[in-house]
Every structure is written in structure tokens, then in C-alpha cells.
């Protein structure tokens, strides 16, 4: 069976050093034993946990999200509709903010055609709009 020490592991998972201590400290990655040096010592599981929550995050999860999800990975009892419930609740979060920056995209792009090319500072409507707090969101 495969051992890493920590450098070892960070290069394996393409993580940094300081991730993992901080994964550990938060409870996603369990603290390895130490080797009689002192040195940690980590598995393979390691690795498939530290990218499991790397593609995680990469699908917009949040590290407490994730804790649920390796929790329901680690639990042979429960059923892959746990799982589909977390996923569904991200992607309509994710729809949320999508519909969110196209109303901003579309705001932005309003200010920028209204703004004179050339036209006096005093004048600009984008500065205007940043200015007036009936705009503010």
C-alpha cells in the first residue's frame, strides 16, 4: 500500500501543503498516524479525498457542503437520493446566480452604451448610476 508524507500528498492531489493541514483541522480529511519520525503518513484514500473535494469545489460547492457529501459517501445506508437532493439544491443556487449576472450584464451593459465616449467626467452616467443609492442592490 502506497504511504505519502505530506509534501508527497500535496503533489499527488495538486493541493498545497497548507490545504491539507487545513482540511485536516476542519474534519474533511482525517488526521493520518505519524510515523515514528513524526512525519505523517497518508494512503491512497487521501488522495481520492482531497480530490473528491477539489472537483466538489470546482462544481461550486462549499466546504460545508462537502463534509455532508463525503459523510453520504462514507455511509453504505444511505441512498444516492441524499446525494441528488444536495446537488439539485446547488444547481438552483447556481441557476439563481446565473439569472442574477445576466440582470447585472444587461444593467452594466445599459450604463456603458449610455456613457458619451469623450464626454465630461461630471457627466458620466455609469458614475452617476454608481453614485445614486436608489441603485445600489
Given at each position: 500500500?502506497?504511504?505519502?508524507?505530506?509534501?508527497e500528498l500535496a503533489s499527488?492531489?495538486?493541493?498545497?501543503?497548507?490545504?491539507?493541514?487545513?482540511?485536516?483541522?476542519?474534519?474533511?480529511?482525517?488526521?493520518?498516524?505519524?510515523?515514528?519520525?513524526?512525519?505523517?503518513?497518508?494512503?491512497?484514500?487521501?488522495?481520492?479525498?482531497?480530490?473528491?473535494?477539489?472537483?466538489?469545489?470546482?462544481?461550486?460547492?462549499?466546504?460545508?457542503?462537502?463534509?455532508?457529501?463525503?459523510?453520504?459517501?462514507?455511509?453504505?445506508?444511505?441512498?444516492?437520493e441524499e446525494v441528488r437532493?444536495?446537488?439539485?439544491?446547488?444547481?438552483?443556487?447556481?441557476?439563481?446566480?446565473?439569472?442574477?449576472?445576466?440582470?447585472?450584464?444587461?444593467?452594466?451593459?445599459?450604463?456603458?452604451?449610455?456613457?458619451?465616449?469623450?464626454?465630461?467626467?461630471?457627466?458620466?452616467?455609469?458614475?452617476?448610476?454608481?453614485?445614486?443609492?436608489?441603485?445600489?442592490?
Amino acid at each position: 500500500m502506497a504511504r505519502y508524507r505530506i509534501g508527497e500528498l500535496a503533489s499527488a492531489a495538486d493541493v498545497k501543503i497548507a490545504t491539507i493541514r487545513y482540511y485536516e483541522r476542519r474534519g474533511l480529511l482525517p488526521e493520518p498516524p505519524r510515523r515514528e519520525s513524526g512525519y505523517r503518513e497518508y494512503d491512497r484514500d487521501s488522495v481520492a479525498r482531497l480530490r473528491f473535494i477539489k472537483r466538489a469545489q470546482g462544481m461550486g460547492f462549499s466546504l460545508v457542503e462537502i463534509e455532508t457529501l463525503l459523510a453520504l459517501r462514507v455511509d453504505a445506508e444511505q441512498s444516492c437520493e441524499e446525494v441528488r437532493k444536495q446537488a439539485e439544491a446547488k444547481l438552483a443556487e447556481i441557476e439563481e446566480k446565473i439569472q442574477a449576472l445576466q440582470e447585472l450584464r444587461l444593467a452594466l451593459g445599459q450604463l456603458v452604451a449610455a456613457c458619451e465616449v469623450g464626454g465630461p467626467k461630471g457627466e458620466c452616467p455609469l458614475l452617476q448610476a454608481l453614485e445614486d443609492q436608489s441603485y445600489a442592490s
